[in-house]
């Protein structure tokens, strides 16, 4: 494998990615979403990418997989570009189309990272992180500025991602084909079955998912209703996490291959911060000052519980898929519980105290859930 084609590859991706993914539940409720639209937007990359990666398990030409998955997430955002952005129903089917193809995708780059990755897990995804780092935080910056309230521009950034998509294509299509090496047998029932130590990690992932998830369609109905922000200050939100990301990324990835057990569950505890944040600030700036301890979460995330899964597994095919298609289903429960209940409780309390209180269990929720990381 080209190591520069490489990082190359996830920079321009994750500038593609970073102009239009972290603002799609936020479009979502601006464009009149329903609730139930919007936990299916905000878990949609986790639970249809999650699902696709099960049949592709057997795919052998993960290269042509890269490939394909890159060309045909071009042609979607074209299409949300073009056709689908102002249209709730077609903007909720076409994000759906992307998030199972950027499954397929993020499927045959996990396989990747797995093969050159193996020695030491940690630093390099830290290192191919950092790179994907700089691309989305430069991305999410620039939509954020020419952005603000004018919606209507986001058409163009659209086009834009979808171009940048484009030339990665033309990045990777000589791309050599993956050693033989990573060829593995696929073993799906052996792998339930005797290896009760990922099994254990599997069930309190997706414990965790259901959790974690149960806050994300909140997310962009906090920042709409209670505290007015707009895709500037989204971007600058997305900016501070990033640059904490970036700064932290590579030190979080020496940590975890020194003490792997007490990084994963930092790594999910700390994630109370971002509904407590929600649900108590009185404006934006406590926010912004919250999502410092992105960097932390974010580099535990890009590296903890991926390698996790890559060493304790002996098909390590199978073993992502399933950490995948698990976190996915995960994600589905609770986000589609969240926007179910938050209708509900906003009948009784009002929309904006139904949110302050649902943001509030939900930290809770994570604190507990997070302990059982010590376990694994």
């Not at 499927?107 to 830290?126: D, H, K, N, T, Y």
């Not at 990045?171 to 339930?192: A, F």
Request: charged share 10%; hydrophobic share 50%.
């Amino acid at each position: 494998m080209d190591n520069k084609k490489l990082k190359n590859y996830v920079l321009i991706q994750n500038l593609a990615n970073g102009l239009v993914s972290p603002f799609m539940s936020f479009l979502a409720a601006v464009i009149g979403v329903p609730s139930i639209g919007i936990s299916l937007v905000s878990s949609a990359s986790s639970f249809f990418s999650g699902v696709v990666q099960v049949p592709l398990r057997r795919t052998s030409r993960i290269e042509q997989l890269l490939k394909l998955s890159t060309l045909l997430l071009a042609i979607l955002w074209f299409t949300m570009a073009f056709i689908a952005y102002g249209n709730p129903t077609l903007y909720l089917i076409t994000y759906i189309a992307i998030a199972i193809v950027s499954g397929a995708n993020s499927f045959a780059w996990a396989l990747i990272m797995e093969r050159m990755s193996r020695g030491s897990r940690g630093q390099v995804l830290a290192t191919y992180a950092f790179y994907g780092s700089i691309g989305g935080l430069l991305a999410t910056l620039m939509t954020g500025l020419i952005v603000g309230s004018n919606y209507a521009l986001m058409h163009y950034v659209f086009i834009t991602s979808a171009f940048l998509i484009l030339m990665n294509v033309i990045n990777i299509w000589n791309m050599e084909p993956m050693d033989p090496e990573c060829q593995v047998t696929d073993r799906l029932l052996s792998t339930i079955r005797n290896n009760r130590k990922l099994i254990r990690f599997l069930l309190i992932n997706t414990l965790f998912a259901i959790v974690w998830s149960f806050a994300w369609p909140l997310f962009p109905l906090a920042q709409v209703y209670l505290l007015n922000m707009n895709t500037e200050q989204l971007a600058i939100v997305n900016v501070i996490s990033g640059v904490s990301t970036l700064i932290l990324q590579r030190h979080v990835g020496k940590w975890f291959d020194r003490n792997r057990k007490l990084i994963m569950f930092l790594g999910r505890f700390l994630l109370i911060t971002f509904p407590l944040s929600y649900a108590l600030a009185n404006n934006v700036y406590v926010i912004y000052v919250a999502n410092t301890i992105a960097g932390f979460t974010n580099s535990a995330s890009n590296v903890a519980y991926i390698s996790f899964v890559y060493d304790n597994s002996e098909d390590r095919r199978t073993a992502v898929s399933l950490y995948n298609l698990f976190y996915g289903i995960g994600t589905l429960i609770g986000s589609l519980m969240s926007g179910a209940l938050v209708t509900v409780v906003s009948n009784y309390l009002g929309l904006r105290n139904g949110v302050r209180y649902m943001l509030l269990s939900d930290a809770t929720a994570r604190a507990l859930i997070a302990t059982l990381y010590m376990s694994v």
